[in-house]
């Protein structure tokens, strides 16, 4: 008897951990495999690497936690993240702005994405599926819309090594180009931009951003 409730008391206690604790070991055990089958895989730099490039899943990710917490649904997060970075990169390359004011004015277009359909849903009464769904294509059309389509090269180097730079561009289907966009007298109001700085066409360092997710 007493052995039959210590193996009961066994299985419980397993089950309850793997409820409670299912996700961290699943985590672990992934961590483990790719350790053991990849002699790079444990590496401060691809571990770096990797860390990166989640970054910008792992932001979305904290508000769209929030939002599920309270019932709520959202769908138009790519879209409004290709439609920030689009806005910056087109106010970086048209506009001669400073890498600094085109990213926060990028920033203040996504909250004001996020304060659209706040108010189409507190307000307006619009189920948050519905109107998420057409801030989702919204986004995505005037992202493309501000990019006539083409992608926006030439970026500054003062940019292009940022972290975020790096791993957005990453995702990109096509990660270079074939020659240069225009820089009309750009180079000389952007910090860190100069004739020698801006990376060529056809250089490894060139990122081409497109209008899409």
């Known amino acids: 008897m007493s052995n039959e ?26 961590f483990l495999l790719f350790s053991f089958s990849s002699p790079y895989f444990f590496d401060v730099n691809n571990i770096k690497n990797i860390v990166v490039q989640s970054s910008i899943i792992a932001v979305i990710a904290i508000g769209l936690t929030l939002v599920i917490l309270t019932g709520g649904i959202e769908l138009s997060v790519g879209s409004v993240v290709a439609l920030t970075s689009m806005i910056s990169a087109v106010l970086i390359s048209q506009f001669c702005l400073p890498v600094w004011v085109s990213v926060l004015l990028g920033i203040l277009v996504g909250g004001l994405c996020g304060l ?15 109107a998420t769904l057409g801030m989702m294509s919204f986004a995505r059309g005037l992202a493309l819309f501000s990019t006539g389509g083409k992608p926006i090269a030439q970026l500054p180097l003062t940019y292009e090594r940022s972290p ?3 791993s957005w561009a990453s995702r990109c289907s096509s990660s270079t180009v074939s020659s240069p966009t225009h820089w009309p007298g750009c180079t000389s109001n952007v910090p860190g931009a100069d004739a020698t700085s801006m990376p060529s066409a056809g250089t490894g360092t060139q990122r081409a951003y497109r209008g899409s997710t």
């Open 164 to 166: 975020a730079a790096r």
């Open 116 to 130: 659209i359909n706040g108010i189409i849903i507190s307000y307006g009464k619009v189920p948050a599926f519905i």
């Open 5 to 30: 409730k210590t193996s009961a008391f066994s299985r419980t206690a397993v089950l309850h951990l793997l409820k409670n604790n299912g996700i961290y070991i699943g985590f672990f055990l992934i």
